[in-house]
Structure formats: C-alpha cells, structure tokens
C-alpha cells in the first residue's frame, strides 16, 4: 500500500466526515509565516430551486477527481500569494446539515487568503467530476448547476 | 473494444448501465465515437452533440478530434454538481 504523504492528505475525496479542527491543524502546521487563515464550508441544505430535499448522494470519478482538486491547489498556490491549500470533498450519501466540502487557505495575509479561498471553491464547481443526486419528495434529481 | 464509463444522470439514459462497451475502429476519433453513441442511445448522443455532456480521455477533457484506442480510459461527463 501507498504511503500517503502530509501533502496528499491536503486533497482529498472521502466517504466519511473530516474534523475541522483537524484540517485546519493540518494547515496552521505547515508554516509558521502563516498570519491569516480562511475557510469554506459547504452543508448540505434541505431545499434547492424551490422544492424540499431530504438527503442526497455525491458519485465522483475516481482518479481523475483527485486529480482535478490537486490541480487546483497547484495552481491556488502558484498564481495566489498564499503559503498552503487544502481542499477537501465527500463523497456517498450526506444527510442534511452535514458537511460536504472544506477549502482551507492559509496564507500571510487576510486578503489573499479570501481571495484564494474563493478561488478555490469556484474553481472546484467548475473543474471537478462530481456530482449530485438530492432526494425529493417528487422523486430523485440529479442536480445540473454547471450545465 | 473500448470501455466507456458513465457518471450521474447519463446511466439513467442507457438503462442504468456505469460501462459501455463500444466498438473502436482503426484511427478512430472522440467524434466518431460521438456519432455511433448517438445511433444506439439518441438521448445521449443529442447531449453529447450539444456539448452538455463531454468526453474525458485518460482523465482529461478531451476534443472531438482527440484520437482514442481500446487502452484508453473513457468517460463521458454531464454537467459538474460538486460543492454544497
């Protein structure tokens, strides 16, 4: 088995639950430049486009998701003056109110922390072979954002 | 033979299937793939012909000019949901 290197535990796609607490650890570690920390968490929400949802599921690509996320933390980490990325996503079924997808960005300063943060999770949207099921009382969706 | 991997809504299309198995010719391109996707399985092809669906070849996005042989790892992605 691969031994998993501290820089690959820095992108993930996972079944279970992360601690943010945990996460964010990871990234105050990795330098003590760091002075300004910025985060994104997204939940799962029980409504979308004006019908009730009550769980949902996320299918990715195996392989070529990880590759998409690491890619996106290379490139946070070139084009942004930014000391570290992490950039996490579950995957499987997700109940309402639990955490989907963790951007943590640490960084010298607030301003390009934010900046790269939301960088981060537009890019992740846009880029990344993920997607959604939500179970609705009308039935089950799979949800088109990005079409 | 190539396999051909489906994600999200497209399995919906093909009976429910994650793997096609689609024959390639000699030479073959994305597009000529496109097109014997679009005789067997018409709701597909439309969205891949309308470029909401793409092709991804060895785990990236692919044109339809992208050359493929049996090897390759072949997908085809609908629109991206991830994030909350």
């Not at chain 1, 990715?60 to 946070?76: D, F, P, S, T, V």
Request: hydrophobic share 45%; net charge negative; glycine share 8%.
């Amino acid at each position: 088995m691969a031994v998993e290197t501290e820089e690959g535990r820095l992108v993930r796609v996972q079944l279970g639950n992360f601690s943010i607490d945990e996460e964010l650890e990871r990234v105050r570690a990795r330098s003590t430049k760091i002075g300004g920390i910025s985060m994104f968490l997204g939940t799962a929400r029980d409504h979308s486009k004006g019908h009730d949802v009550s769980s949902m599921t996320f299918e990715h690509y195996e392989g070529m998701a990880q590759k998409k996320l690491k890619e996106i933390r290379e490139r946070a980490l070139q084009d942004f003056d930014i000391i570290e990325a992490l950039v996490l996503h579950r995957h499987g079924p997700i109940e309402i109110g639990e955490n989907i997808v963790l951007i943590i960005v640490g960084a010298q300063h607030r301003a390009d922390a934010f900046q790269a943060c939301q960088w981060c999770i537009d890019e992740l949207k846009k880029i990344t072979p993920i997607w959604k099921m939500e179970y609705t009382p009308q039935g089950d969706v799979w949800v088109e954002e990005h079409p | 033979m190539a396999q051909v991997k489906l994600f999200g809504m497209l399995k919906t299309l093909v009976a429910g299937v994650n793997v096609l198995d689609m024959p390639l010719s000699d030479g073959a391109q994305v597009k000529d793939l496109v097109d014997a996707l679009h005789v067997q399985y018409p709701g597909l092809g439309e969205l891949l012909h309308q470029k909401k669906v793409v092709v991804s070849v060895n785990q990236e996005i692919a044109h339809w000019e992208t050359a493929l042989a049996d090897s390759d790892e072949i997908a085809l992605l609908p629109p991206f949901a991830g994030g909350a």
